[in-house]
């Protein structure tokens, strides 16, 4: 079983430097985990500040600190490969090349939402990007990735399905229930549990006596891992490990993202369960985006010039989809009566 | 005394049968255990065992034998001493098969004696209408003292009271401690009662419900909180084949004194899977009794008695109403009984029924109308297990016009209950039809203007009410 050395995020790690392992990464690669990175945090910032004016209403979870996860792993993925996760999804829909616009229309409510304004900011879906959700419950999507990941074993194709949870979902029992089942299928499911150290205020310590959550898997036989989540390059590293496993028919794969969030764990958040300095430590010391921004200046892979520019075009999609999400319409009152039942039984599959 | 070996039942379901074959004789000892016949239904052959000793007296079946009833006897089995001719005697007196030893309950029902009397009460234990005359005395006594308080803090502080009265009474759930509450209600209460009694859980409801049902059985008093009810339904397995059902199955030897809280319901802007209303799925189960309170005295009242009842007690609460401020009186042990309704507004016109937010859609809905010169008379049903029938005979006799308001779906909701209810019970008082207004038939919208119509509103209070009294 594959097992590579703890390393939490929270432990006290130097400040990245561009000694970091970069043999392996093209400039290109490089300046796109950037990109991606950054459209997460500047279009989450964006959505805190519209919530706060009272344009995103309800709950909404902010992904900001986690960028590293959803960047490295879907830099690992191909086309056909599935993803779903819980209601701090905004991070993976931008991420797998879902468009901004929709994406903040739905956190508005409006009819150029995702959803056409009828999920929200927890329940939103992409088809045409393999995005299932979105999904309040916790733990829920679990078994629901497994599923994904059935499916395509049914087919006979060689996609795996990348499901994600927290740390606190993994206390729920189906997590389990899935883990037996996905190891006793051999379903092409990557398991991504983005350890964030918190459950709402619940922290890992006053929720569970695992010392590690890949661990558990074991018991089901399941091989996994835990990988720094704040170095794309560990989580890509990673990524291409448990694709690699799960594509040869091995069977589901486990990896535990030791991650942070910075923000609240949604915008209502007493923030008393931990201190200011254990997040200012984080966001000094680890912060993804800012290690991947050392790695290609100290590499001379890009100018501080360039990185503004990148900067300036971020901004420009944020701001555009803010707008659109501010003068798209609220969606037409008969939207309420559509979508409870589809139409018509498609045509059967021929065997 | 001799002993008939009766034709044996393979299955549940099979009424007769063959005797294939006798593998003993007449005058055989046979001893608990030995084989006595080889019988056979279409389905299955089983053999057939002695479970008494003694020497065969007579084989009154001959094998082969087709189409053998159940229950017939097919031998007679001697103790020591007795001849065959004890056998004839005792196969004449037991001709009659023993008469049932069903208690009370159960027998009546079957013989439909209380049919006549409350047909749709009888159906239910906790429902059964006890007294035509509604209880109608006032929750406190006149000139008692009041404070202003917050729905948060009327529960808050019958937790509190209810801890401090009863040291088996624990909380336990998600952020119930350390955290304060998701929604505050248990401000303080880990600083108060310590880690001991006031349980923080990790995100595990299918398991925590579970330990406190388990613990209910154990002799203590859980409150189990739910973070809200849409979480609940990963518990939904405990709370009704382990809490609701383990007193009846135990014959009433053990069940689950214990309560189930949280906020249900929509809040604001939660989307579909946070937004439900659970009132009637809750109110549909024997062995739960089921609380929805409006006001801060009757969530203070209520939960109290919620904690104190010996049976697992679902407590349905409102995100929305939380922060709303009520009277509730300043009494050292203030508690309000199941299953008595309070009448809101006493009004001659139409009879508004509704229970927990609803109440304040009716509530709104009974000003309006009174500018339109319709004087409508409100309650509050309070408990939806028990339900307070004779408050709801005595205005419907008064008014004999009945519109329903709750947030909950349109099919099989609370509404469809009461409705069906009146027109067994109340019919001839009736001038209209009863309507129930209800969510819409769709799970819960995000935008804002479609969350809006999703939710039941009192201009469609006012509407229906326009129907039942034909203006
Ligand atoms: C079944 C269920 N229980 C409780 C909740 C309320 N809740 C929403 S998020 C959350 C914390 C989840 O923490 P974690 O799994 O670590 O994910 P994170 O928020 O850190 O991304 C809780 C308790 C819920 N949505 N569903
Ligand atoms: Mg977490």
Same mark, same amino acid.
């Given at each position: 079983m594959a097992r590579s050395p703890a390393r939490p995020a929270q432990a006290a790690a130097p400040a990245p430097t561009a000694s970091a392992n970069t043999a392996n990464v093209s400039r290109d690669d490089l300046l796109k985990y950037y990109r991606d990175m950054l459209l997460i945090r500047r279009f989450e910032e964006k959505a805190g500040q519209l919530y706060g004016m009272g344009l995103i209403g309800g709950f909404c979870h902010l992904y900001i600190g986690q960028e590293a996860v959803v960047v490295g792993l879907e830099a690992a993925a191909k086309e056909g490969d599935k993803r779903i996760t819980s209601y701090r999804d905004h991070g993976h829909m931008l991420a797998c090349g879902m468009e901004a616009r929709g994406v903040m229309a739905e956190l508005t409510g409006r009819e150029g939402g995702y959803s056409r304004g009828k999920g929200g900011s927890m329940h939103m879906f992409s088809k045409e990007k393999h995005f299932y959700g979105g999904h +309040?419950?916790?733990? /829920?999507?679990v078994p629901l990735g497994a599923g994904l990941a059935f499916s395509d074993k049914y087919k006979g194709n060689d996609n795996v399905t990348f499901t994600y949870f927290g740390d606190g979902a993994s206390n729920q029992g189906q997590v389990y229930e899935t883990y037996n089942m996905a190891e006793l299928w051999d379903l092409p499911v990557i398991f991504v549990i983005e350890n964030n150290q918190y459950a709402m205020g619940t922290s890992m310590k006053r929720s569970t006596?695992?010392?590690?959550? @890949? *661990? $558990?898997g074991e018991a089901f036989g399941i091989p996994g891992e835990q990988v720094d989540g704040m170095d794309v390059l560990a989580v890509k590293a990673a990524g291409d490990k448990a694709v690699a496993h799960c594509r040869a028919g091995k069977g589901p794969y486990i990896l535990e993202m030791m991650t942070y969030r910075y923000r609240g764990h949604s915008m209502s958040d007493p923030a008393k369960y931990r201190t200011r300095e254990e997040v200012q430590k984080m966001r000094d010391e680890r912060d993804a985006i800012e290690h991947v921004r050392q790695l290609l200046l100290q590499g001379k892979h890009a100018t501080e010039d360039d990185l503004k520019a990148i900067d300036k075009e971020i901004k420009d999609i944020v701001n555009d989809s803010a707008d659109f999400a501010r003068e798209?319409?609220?969606? /037409?009152?008969?939207? =309420?009566?559509?979508?409870i039942y589809a139409d018509a039984d498609p045509a059967p599959q021929t065997a | 005394m001799a002993t008939e070996i009766l034709m044996p039942a393979l299955s549940p379901t099979m009424e007769e049968g063959t005797l294939a074959k006798w593998l003993v004789k007449e005058g055989d000892t046979v001893k608990s255990g030995d084989i006595l016949a080889e019988i056979e239904t279409d389905k299955a052959t089983m053999e057939f065992e002695a479970v008494d000793e003694g020497t065969v007296g007579k084989l009154l079946v001959a094998e082969g034998t087709q189409g053998v009833k159940v229950n017939t006897p097919i031998a007679m089995l001697l103790a020591e001493g007795e001849d065959a001719s004890a056998a004839s005697a005792a196969s004449s007196a037991s001709a009659e098969p023993p008469a049932r030893t069903g208690t009370g309950e159960n027998s009546k029902d079957e013989k439909g004696e209380d049919a006549g009397a409350a047909p749709a009460a009888a159906r239910s234990a906790v429902e059964a209408v006890s007294t035509p005359e509604p209880d109608e005395s006032p929750d406190w006594p006149r000139g008692t003292a009041v404070k202003q308080m917050t729905v948060r803090e009327a529960l808050r502080e019958a937790i509190a009271e209810e801890m401090e009265r009863d040291e088996t009474v624990f909380l336990m759930g998600e952020e119930v401690g350390e955290y304060q *509450?998701? @929604?505050? &209600?248990?401000? +303080?209460l880990l600083e108060r009662f310590g880690p001991r009694r006031i349980v923080d859980t990790p995100i595990s409801e299918m398991g925590f419900a579970g330990i406190g049902v388990g613990a209910a059985f154990g002799g203590l008093r859980p409150i189990v909180e739910f973070m809200t009810f849409n979480f609940a339904m990963q518990a939904i397995d405990h709370i &009704?084949?382990?809490? /609701?059902k383990t007193l009846y199955m135990s014959g009433g030897q053990m069940g689950a004194p214990m309560v189930f809280r949280g906020p249900n319901g929509a809040a604001a802007r939660v989307g579909a899977q946070h937004s439900q209303d659970y009132a009637a799925w809750y109110a549909a189960i024997p062995g739960l009794k089921v609380v929805q309170p409006y006001t801060a005295a009757d969530a203070k009242g209520l939960l109290k008695t919620a904690i104190r009842d010996p049976n697992p007690v679902i407590f349905l609460e409102n995100e929305i109403l939380y922060g709303r401020t009520f009277d509730v009186p300043d009494l050292p042990d203030f508690t309000i009984p199941f299953g008595k309704a309070r009448v809101a507004r006493k009004g001659r016109d139409v009879t508004l029924i509704s229970f927990g937010i609803g109440m304040a859609h009716a509530l709104e809905a009974a000003e309006k109308l009174a500018g339109d010169g319709i004087d409508a008379e409100v309650i509050d049903l $309070?408990? =939806? $297990?028990? &339900?307070d029938y004779p408050a709801i005979l005595r205005s419907v006799q008064k008014t004999n016009r009945v519109v329903t308001v709750e947030e909950g779906f349109p099919v099989a909701s609370i509404g469809n209950h009461l409705s069906a209810w009146i027109m067994e019970n109340a019919f001839d008082y009736l001038d209209a039809p009863v309507i129930n207004c209800t969510g819409k038939d769709v799970p819960m919208p995000y935008a804002a203007n479609l969350e809006r119509l999703a939710l039941v509103t009192a201009d469609e209070v006012v509407e229906a009410v326009r129907k039942v009294t034909y203006r």
């Amino acid at each position: 079983m594959a097992r590579s050395p703890a390393r939490p995020a929270q432990a006290a790690a130097p400040a990245p430097t561009a000694s970091a392992n970069t043999a392996n990464v093209s400039r290109d690669d490089l300046l796109k985990y950037y990109r991606d990175m950054l459209l997460i945090r500047r279009f989450e910032e964006k959505a805190g500040q519209l919530y706060g004016m009272g344009l995103i209403g309800g709950f909404c979870h902010l992904y900001i600190g986690q960028e590293a996860v959803v960047v490295g792993l879907e830099a690992a993925a191909k086309e056909g490969d599935k993803r779903i996760t819980s209601y701090r999804d905004h991070g993976h829909m931008l991420a797998c090349g879902m468009e901004a616009r929709g994406v903040m229309a739905e956190l508005t409510g409006r009819e150029g939402g995702y959803s056409r304004g009828k999920g929200g900011s927890m329940h939103m879906f992409s088809k045409e990007k393999h995005f299932y959700g979105g999904h +309040g419950i916790v733990g /829920a999507q679990v078994p629901l990735g497994a599923g994904l990941a059935f499916s395509d074993k049914y087919k006979g194709n060689d996609n795996v399905t990348f499901t994600y949870f927290g740390d606190g979902a993994s206390n729920q029992g189906q997590v389990y229930e899935t883990y037996n089942m996905a190891e006793l299928w051999d379903l092409p499911v990557i398991f991504v549990i983005e350890n964030n150290q918190y459950a709402m205020g619940t922290s890992m310590k006053r929720s569970t006596k695992s010392t590690t959550l @890949y *661990g $558990r898997g074991e018991a089901f036989g399941i091989p996994g891992e835990q990988v720094d989540g704040m170095d794309v390059l560990a989580v890509k590293a990673a990524g291409d490990k448990a694709v690699a496993h799960c594509r040869a028919g091995k069977g589901p794969y486990i990896l535990e993202m030791m991650t942070y969030r910075y923000r609240g764990h949604s915008m209502s958040d007493p923030a008393k369960y931990r201190t200011r300095e254990e997040v200012q430590k984080m966001r000094d010391e680890r912060d993804a985006i800012e290690h991947v921004r050392q790695l290609l200046l100290q590499g001379k892979h890009a100018t501080e010039d360039d990185l503004k520019a990148i900067d300036k075009e971020i901004k420009d999609i944020v701001n555009d989809s803010a707008d659109f999400a501010r003068e798209s319409p609220e969606p /037409a009152e008969s939207e =309420l009566w559509t979508d409870i039942y589809a139409d018509a039984d498609p045509a059967p599959q021929t065997a | 005394m001799a002993t008939e070996i009766l034709m044996p039942a393979l299955s549940p379901t099979m009424e007769e049968g063959t005797l294939a074959k006798w593998l003993v004789k007449e005058g055989d000892t046979v001893k608990s255990g030995d084989i006595l016949a080889e019988i056979e239904t279409d389905k299955a052959t089983m053999e057939f065992e002695a479970v008494d000793e003694g020497t065969v007296g007579k084989l009154l079946v001959a094998e082969g034998t087709q189409g053998v009833k159940v229950n017939t006897p097919i031998a007679m089995l001697l103790a020591e001493g007795e001849d065959a001719s004890a056998a004839s005697a005792a196969s004449s007196a037991s001709a009659e098969p023993p008469a049932r030893t069903g208690t009370g309950e159960n027998s009546k029902d079957e013989k439909g004696e209380d049919a006549g009397a409350a047909p749709a009460a009888a159906r239910s234990a906790v429902e059964a209408v006890s007294t035509p005359e509604p209880d109608e005395s006032p929750d406190w006594p006149r000139g008692t003292a009041v404070k202003q308080m917050t729905v948060r803090e009327a529960l808050r502080e019958a937790i509190a009271e209810e801890m401090e009265r009863d040291e088996t009474v624990f909380l336990m759930g998600e952020e119930v401690g350390e955290y304060q *509450g998701a @929604y505050k &209600i248990s401000q +303080g209460l880990l600083e108060r009662f310590g880690p001991r009694r006031i349980v923080d859980t990790p995100i595990s409801e299918m398991g925590f419900a579970g330990i406190g049902v388990g613990a209910a059985f154990g002799g203590l008093r859980p409150i189990v909180e739910f973070m809200t009810f849409n979480f609940a339904m990963q518990a939904i397995d405990h709370i &009704i084949n382990s809490a /609701a059902k383990t007193l009846y199955m135990s014959g009433g030897q053990m069940g689950a004194p214990m309560v189930f809280r949280g906020p249900n319901g929509a809040a604001a802007r939660v989307g579909a899977q946070h937004s439900q209303d659970y009132a009637a799925w809750y109110a549909a189960i024997p062995g739960l009794k089921v609380v929805q309170p409006y006001t801060a005295a009757d969530a203070k009242g209520l939960l109290k008695t919620a904690i104190r009842d010996p049976n697992p007690v679902i407590f349905l609460e409102n995100e929305i109403l939380y922060g709303r401020t009520f009277d509730v009186p300043d009494l050292p042990d203030f508690t309000i009984p199941f299953g008595k309704a309070r009448v809101a507004r006493k009004g001659r016109d139409v009879t508004l029924i509704s229970f927990g937010i609803g109440m304040a859609h009716a509530l709104e809905a009974a000003e309006k109308l009174a500018g339109d010169g319709i004087d409508a008379e409100v309650i509050d049903l $309070r408990t =939806l $297990r028990p &339900i307070d029938y004779p408050a709801i005979l005595r205005s419907v006799q008064k008014t004999n016009r009945v519109v329903t308001v709750e947030e909950g779906f349109p099919v099989a909701s609370i509404g469809n209950h009461l409705s069906a209810w009146i027109m067994e019970n109340a019919f001839d008082y009736l001038d209209a039809p009863v309507i129930n207004c209800t969510g819409k038939d769709v799970p819960m919208p995000y935008a804002a203007n479609l969350e809006r119509l999703a939710l039941v509103t009192a201009d469609e209070v006012v509407e229906a009410v326009r129907k039942v009294t034909y203006r």
